[in-house]
């Protein structure tokens, strides 16, 4: 068994690989070029390989028998993980939006920014298209503590048989439903999170296996044959699955069926020791793959933003000089969040965990006194406000936080810091507001609720301070007591 987790770099760069296959679906797959080559554009598949190679780095890092489960850093690490890049990019989505954001209904907000929209096929294409799948691994977030707990505690053959029957089973209900019972229902059927977890919970078998047998001596002729057999065929089926017969197409793809052997590659690729591994692990490779994750879930707001600038400008690319500009910019500025925006914040959150109440405490509290200003100043006659308090409230909430970040509340919890924050978030929401009541956005420009909203958040989180600190000494002492 691993002593310590051990870095497979060479899968790294697969991200980026299967990254990029999701940005070319999503932008490049109606050109005549790739409609000659499919599987280059076949990003629904490529989301499977993304559970697939998840649950088995989430074996190779938690599974370890006979020892506990520390559950509040595996929260924090997920959280930190995927969240600040993903609120990152639902702001650039929400600015995408900003003209009817102030009417887009609260439910559908809410499912995004706490990404349960996956389980909601109304909601799973709203704000970002690709975030439906961020939704679905957040489902296995959760789930992953106890089905990990559960199966360290099985045998290794046990849990590849329940793997793989899971995945039949699911496979033949998945089909079932598309072919003869609700074959309407292509949102339900497509993002679903329950139909895409046998693909997580074969990565997470297959990473339990490599955990248990990864000291082994393997042939690595045979590891070769495995691997290119199997990336052989997964191509082959993507490039011809519209004219294969029609027993295949009674599946889809999509939804894990090609999880099998996309775990093939995944543990060949993490047992090969050839050249094949050596060159994936290319430095710049590897950063590539490192940045996939923002690749994934900033490209569709990207493009938006982009189009939306030509738009504004005046200016008409053809598509294919768009995808020519647009896809290589999106490489470079994901990998710009990564090292500036990604990295740093996962970091920063990881060291300093108590940030996060703090922070959920304040857009609260930001929150509150939004509500707070327009019922002290507006009343009973709020419906004629609706629009303006909606937009107030998704713009300031961003606008504050925002500020308190780039000003340092957060290290150094100075009053000075939280007045140049406030001060700086009040005079832009303003600025904000007043643009869109000109530009008739919303309803009204109140200027005397926009400066109590000011006012009432420096209070609040000025004074919850103390409190907070006093709430967590004493937690922490009780602990220690207990």
Known sequence: MLQETKKLDQLTTTRFIAALSVVLFHSARNLDIFKFLPMLTAGPAAVSYFYVLSGFVMA???????????????????????????IFSFILTCLYYIEILSKIKPDKVLANIFLYQAWFPRYAQTFNIAAWSLSVETFFYMLFPFLIIFLARQPVKRVIWI???????????????????????????????IFHLNAFLLGVAGGIWYVVNSEQKINQFNNQILFWGSLVFILLILSLRGFLPSFPQSFSLDEGLLAPFFLIIVLALAMDATYLSHGLRHPWLVLLGESSYALYILHVPFRWLFERYLELTGSALANGVMVIIYVPASII???????????????????YPLALLFMMVDISLIFIMVKLSFLIRVGNEIDGYIRTQNLTLRVGIVLFFVFMIVFHFYTNHSWRSLSLAILAGGVSLTMFIYFAWISGWVESFPRSILLLI???VFVSIYLSRPLIQYINARFISLSKFT
């Open 454 to 456: 000011s006012i009432l």
């Open 333 to 351: 500025l994901c990998i710009l969040v990564y090292k500036y925006i990604e990295r740093p914040a996962r970091d920063w959150l990881r060291a």
């Open 60 to 86: 190779l890092v938690y599974y370890r028998p006979g020892k506990p489960f520390i559950f509040s850093k595996y929260w924090l690490a997920r959280f930190s993980r995927i969240y600040p890049v993903y």
């Open 163 to 193: 793997s793989l029957v899971f995945w039949g089973v699911s496979q033949v209900i998945h089909s079932t439903l598309m072919i003869g019972f609700m074959p309407e229902e292509k949102y339900l059927l497509a993002y679903f999170p």
